[in-house]
């Protein structure tokens, strides 16, 4: 099975969209991360946010610590 090993660098299609929303929503800390409680609560619905919101936390599990 070939891997598709690019495949991050290509997934975000409006950088800084999911920051936005969620600043409008009062969910960004001091520091300017995304807090995760909101991010996982927006990862249940639908639509666009839902998507992003998956993205994230998928970044966040392969971030390196």
């Known amino acids: 099975?070939?891997?598709?090993?690019?495949w991050m660098k290509t997934a975000v299609k409006h950088p800084g969209a999911l920051?936005?929303?969620a600043?409008?929503?009062g969910a960004l800390k001091k520091d300017g991360d995304i807090k995760v409680s909101w991010l996982r609560d927006k990862a249940k619905g639908d639509g666009v946010t839902?998507?992003?919101a998956r993205l994230a936390?998928?970044?966040r599990k392969s971030r390196k610590k």
């Open 23 to 25: 600043k409008r929503a």
């Open 57 to 59: 936390l998928t970044f």
């Open 1 to 6: 099975m070939a891997e598709n090993k690019g």
């Open 19 to 21: 920051t936005k929303t």
């Open 50 to 52: 839902a998507k992003r």
